[in-house]
Structure formats: structure tokens, C-alpha cells
């Protein structure tokens, strides 16, 4: 089992920025349950999607087209915890923010089904 943690959510103006933390615990030796560390987010009435993810392994990083240029997604493996820094937010960020953790066998590493482990979300709202 893999316990996820967020934080760092809260309300801020369009432009602004936040920066989202998520630490990850386990009591299990296997790391391979979460080589791939990722940020999901939903909006009322829409579907859960894929922002960013890494492979805490390689380092390979991988962004929706909406965010791309700016989120980044980082990782401290040491505290084995994963950041999501948000510069010029908009409105339509504007969701419950998700850690989530998982392997991933596939070409779309933002698909959600990839992602057996997910934090209890944090809210992040973009007003204009």
C-alpha cells in the first residue's frame, strides 16, 4: 500500500501561481508500485484528467497540452515527494487537484487507469 499526501491548494487570481506537494509513504519495500508519480485534476461535471507525470526512475516528465509551458512537475526523491509548480493559472485550472501514483506499460502515461494509489485531493480555484 502507498499512503498519498497533498498540499498546498488554495484560491488564487488568474495569473497567479501555487505550488502543490505530495508525499509519499509506504511500508512496503516494493517501489515499483509507484515508479510513475503524477497530478490528476477534476472540474465539477467533468471527467478526472491527466496534468503531469514523472517517471521517478528516469526523470521522464510528461504534460497535457493545456498546462505545457506552465506546470512543471518535480521530484525530491530523498523525501520521496512530488511538486507541481503552477505559474499563469487560469480560470479553467481550476478543479480538485490529485496525487496519484502507479506503473505504467502503455504510450499515454496521463491516463488515469495507469494509477492504482490517489492522494484525498486538494482544491485549487483560479478566480478571474
Known amino acids: 500500500q502507498v499512503q498519498l499526501v497533498e498540499s498546498g491548494g488554495g484560491s488564487v487570481q488568474a495569473g497567479g501561481s501555487l505550488r502543490l506537494s505530495c508525499v509519499a509513504s509506504?511500508?512496503?519495500?516494493?517501489?515499483?508500485?509507484?515508479?510513475?508519480m503524477g497530478w490528476f485534476r477534476q472540474s465539477p461535471g467533468k471527467e478526472r484528467e491527466g496534468v503531469a507525470t514523472?517517471?521517478?526512475?528516469?526523470?521522464?516528465?510528461y504534460y497535457a497540452a493545456s498546462v505545457r509551458g506552465r506546470f512543471t512537475i518535480s521530484r525530491d526523491n530523498a523525501a520521496n515527494t512530488v511538486f507541481l509548480q503552477m505559474n499563469s493559472l487560469k480560470p479553467a485550472d481550476t478543479g480538485v487537484y490529485y496525487c496519484?501514483?502507479?506503473?505504467?506499460?502503455?504510450?499515454?502515461?496521463?491516463?488515469?487507469?495507469?494509477?492504482?494509489?490517489w492522494g484525498q485531493g486538494t482544491q485549487v480555484t483560479v478566480s478571474s
Open positions: 496519484a501514483a502507479g506503473t505504467v506499460y502503455g504510450s499515454s502515461p496521463l491516463h488515469k487507469a495507469w494509477y492504482n494509489y
Open positions: 509506504t511500508d512496503s519495500p516494493d517501489t515499483h508500485s509507484r515508479d510513475y
Open positions: 514523472m517517471n521517478t526512475v528516469r526523470g521522464a516528465t
